[in-house]
C-alpha cells in the first residue's frame, strides 16, 4: 500500500540529494515494513530480506535502466523520446550501445534523466542491455 505512493512519478521526479533520498527511504524504514508485528523488533535490512524487498533507491535506479532500455531500443515513438548520443563502436570496448556522456556546465543539466543514467547504463553486461 505504501510503495505505489512512495514510487509516484519516479520517472519524472528523481531526487538527488541526499537528504530527500534518506527522508524517502525512512518512510520504508521507520513505518511501512515495521506494520508486519512479527518483524518490528529486526534491523531494516534484515526485514527487507524477510520481505523480499530491495531498497526504494534500487528501485528507482532498476526503473530508470528499465526506461532506457526502451528508448534505446525504440519501444517508444522516436519523436516523442529522447535521444542519446552513442559512444562510436571503436572508441570503447563495451557493447554496441554505450552511451557518450555530455559534458554540463549547470546542475539542472547534471541531475537530469539523461545525464544521471549514463554511468549506470554503460556500466551493465552486454546481455542486459542487447535484450
Given at each position: 500500500m505504501v510503495r505505489p505512493h512512495l514510487e509516484y512519478s519516479n520517472s519524472v521526479w528523481c531526487p538527488?540529494?541526499?537528504?530527500?533520498?534518506?527522508?524517502?527511504?525512512?518512510?520504508?524504514?521507520k513505518r511501512a515494513t515495521k506494520l508486519i508485528i512479527s518483524l518490528?523488533?529486526?534491523?531494516?535490512?534484515?526485514?527487507?530480506?524477510?520481505?523480499?524487498?530491495?531498497?526504494?533507491?534500487?528501485r528507482?535506479?532498476?526503473?530508470?535502466?528499465?526506461?532506457?532500455?526502451?528508448?534505446?531500443?525504440?519501444?517508444?515513438d522516436i519523436r516523442a523520446s529522447?535521444?542519446?548520443?552513442?559512444?562510436?563502436?571503436?572508441?570503447?570496448g563495451g557493447n554496441k550501445f554505450k552511451l557518450q556522456k555530455e559534458m554540463c556546465r549547470y546542475d539542472i543539466r547534471k541531475y537530469s534523466f539523461c545525464y544521471q543514467v549514463v554511468n549506470v547504463w554503460n556500466s551493465l553486461p552486454d546481455y542486459v542491455v542487447e535484450g
Open positions: 538527488f540529494k541526499k537528504g530527500d533520498n534518506e527522508n524517502i527511504e525512512k518512510v520504508q524504514k518490528k523488533k529486526l534491523p531494516y535490512g534484515e526485514r527487507l530480506r524477510q520481505l523480499k524487498l530491495p531498497t526504494l533507491k534500487y528507482r535506479l532498476r526503473g530508470d535502466m528499465i526506461e532506457v532500455f526502451k528508448i534505446i531500443h525504440k519501444y517508444y529522447i535521444n542519446f548520443n552513442f559512444n562510436p563502436v571503436g572508441s570503447t
